[in-house]
């Protein structure tokens, strides 16, 4: 899940953001940026504050889901995989309920993109009641879903699931079987869209501040992770 960043701007709406591509972006002046980092929702997708599409949408945000695959390098062992985008307002109930089929007690990771010039950083805790988790994320709801630098997982090792809010806030689940998550996210009114495509696969921007640092340090704390650099710095 880590991406290779760099800064583009910084001090517009007080967040810092950047790009995940050469292109568009560098070429707009402050307004056109400042426009665009204010256009929130694309028909009745709306987005949250963490990721905005390329200025030209080379691909236009809706909501979906569709099968993919994930497939180590390592010794070529094949994971399917459901990759989902959702609405604003459905993305954190959604998350939870994907969690849930996981079981009583998962590991958790944090991932991190906060810091300049470093690989994305994954944080891990193992072994967290669900419930207490739950609770966690809830308290921790705007970071989660605003943040454009915070991606969290949670993982089940015995069953070999686990399911994603990333960084660019698409909700991806690991593992076979799919089934009761797929369910999960038809219940939603997330449908199955063959040819959907992703924020990921174009040019984007994501958006974070100082202030999102700073949740994201208390996160860490809430979790048993400890939060080694109160800086926030790309």
Same mark, same amino acid.
């Given at each position: 899940?880590?991406?290779?960043?760099?800064?583009?701007?910084?001090?517009?709406?007080?967040?810092?953001?950047?790009?995940?591509?050469?292109?568009?972006?560098?070429?707009?002046?402050?307004?056109?940026?400042?426009?665009?980092?204010?256009?929130?929702?694309?028909?009745?997708?709306?987005?949250?504050?963490?990721?905005?599409?390329?200025?030209?949408?080379?691909?236009?945000?809706?909501?979906?889901?569709?099968?993919?695959?994930?497939?180590?390098?390592?010794?070529?062992?094949?994971?399917?995989?459901?990759?989902?985008?959702?609405?604003?307002?459905?993305?954190?109930?959604?998350?939870?309920?994907?969690?849930?089929?996981?079981?009583?007690?998962?590991?958790?990771?944090?991932?991190?993109?906060?810091?300049?010039?470093?690989? /994305? %950083?994954?944080?891990?805790? &193992? *072994?967290?009641?669900?419930? =207490?988790?739950?609770?966690? +994320?809830? @308290? #921790? $709801?705007?970071?989660?879903?605003?943040?454009?630098?915070?991606?969290?997982?949670?993982?089940?090792?015995?069953?070999? /699931? %686990?399911?994603?809010?990333? &960084? *660019?806030?698409?909700?991806? =689940?690991?593992?076979?079987? +799919?089934? @009761? #998550? $797929?369910?999960?996210?038809?219940?939603?009114?997330?449908?199955?869209?063959?040819?959907?495509?992703?924020?990921?696969?174009? %040019?984007?921007?994501?958006?974070?501040?100082?202030?999102?640092?700073?949740?994201?340090?208390? +996160?860490?704390?809430?979790?048993?992770?400890?939060?080694?650099?109160?800086?926030?710095?790309?």
């Amino acid at each position: 899940m880590g991406f290779l960043k760099r800064i583009l701007r910084s001090g517009v709406a007080n967040d810092t953001i950047k790009s995940d591509a050469n292109g568009s972006f560098e070429s707009l002046s402050d307004d056109e940026l400042q426009t665009h980092m204010g256009i929130d929702s694309y028909g009745v997708f709306d987005l949250t504050d963490a990721i905005r599409p390329s200025y030209d949408l080379q691909i236009v945000p809706k909501q979906g889901y569709r099968f993919d695959e994930y497939i180590n390098e390592t010794n070529g062992t094949r994971t399917p995989v459901i990759m989902a985008s959702a609405t604003r307002h459905a993305l954190m109930t959604l998350f939870l309920d994907l969690i849930e089929p996981l079981g009583s007690t998962v590991d958790v990771v944090l991932e991190t993109s906060h810091h300049a010039g470093s690989d /994305q %950083e994954d944080l891990y805790r &193992e *072994h967290i009641d669900i419930s =207490v988790l739950k609770s966690i +994320l809830l @308290d #921790f $709801e705007d970071l989660l879903l605003n943040d454009g630098c915070t991606g969290i997982a949670v993982i089940n090792p015995t069953k070999r /699931q %686990e399911v994603q809010l990333d &960084e *660019h806030k698409l909700l991806i =689940v690991y593992g076979d079987p +799919l089934a @009761d #998550f $797929e369910q999960t996210l038809i219940k939603g009114d997330v449908y199955p869209d063959d040819d959907i495509r992703f924020v990921t696969e174009a %040019e984007h921007v994501h958006s974070s501040s100082e202030n999102m640092y700073r949740q994201f340090c208390m +996160l860490q704390t809430r979790l048993g992770m400890d939060c080694e650099s109160n800086e926030f710095a790309w």
